[in-house]
Nanobody, 125 residues
Framework: QVQLVESGGGLVQAGGSLRLSCVAS????????MGWFRQAPGKEREFVAA????????PYGDFVKGRFTISRDNAKKTMYLQMNSLNSEDTAVYYC??????????????????WGQGTQVTVSS
């Protein structure tokens, strides 16, 4: 079992920044493929960013346009999502996801077996 706990969400003005964190349990975090997804009210869950256990980074969601950066610290068993130049369309619940023993990541939510509870990001215009 892998437990994931997100943090770092909150209310921010348009143009501002937030850094989300996702702390994972388990002894082999360095082998986990990790991903960020988001879901806005009334919309389907969509892919944001992902990184494999090998460190590869799957191309970001189209809407990111260079504003977000995914990273991980294996020693801390933590994945991050630095979000800059936020706008109201980024308002959503952001979820982290994990799949153990995967060198490569995926944009497909079904690829990941473990999910966090989500953290709310609200961008005011």
């Amino acid at each position: 079992q892998v437990q994931l706990v997100e943090s770092g969400g909150g209310l921010v003005q348009a143009g501002g920044s937030l850094r989300l964190s996702c702390v994972a349990s388990g002894r082999a975090f360095n082998t986990y493929a990790m991903g960020w997804f988001r879901q806005a009210p009334g919309k389907e869950r969509e892919f944001v960013a992902a990184m494999g256990g090998s460190g590869d980074i799957t191309p970001y969601g189209d809407f990111v346009k260079g504003r977000f950066t995914i990273s991980r610290d294996n020693a801390k068993k933590t994945m991050y999502l630095q979000m800059n130049s936020l706008n109201s369309e980024d308002t959503a619940v952001y979820y982290c996801a994990a799949e153990p023993n995967r060198r490569f990541s995926s944009t497909d939510a079904s690829y990941y077996s473990y999910w966090g509870q989500g953290t709310q990001v609200t961008v005011s215009s």
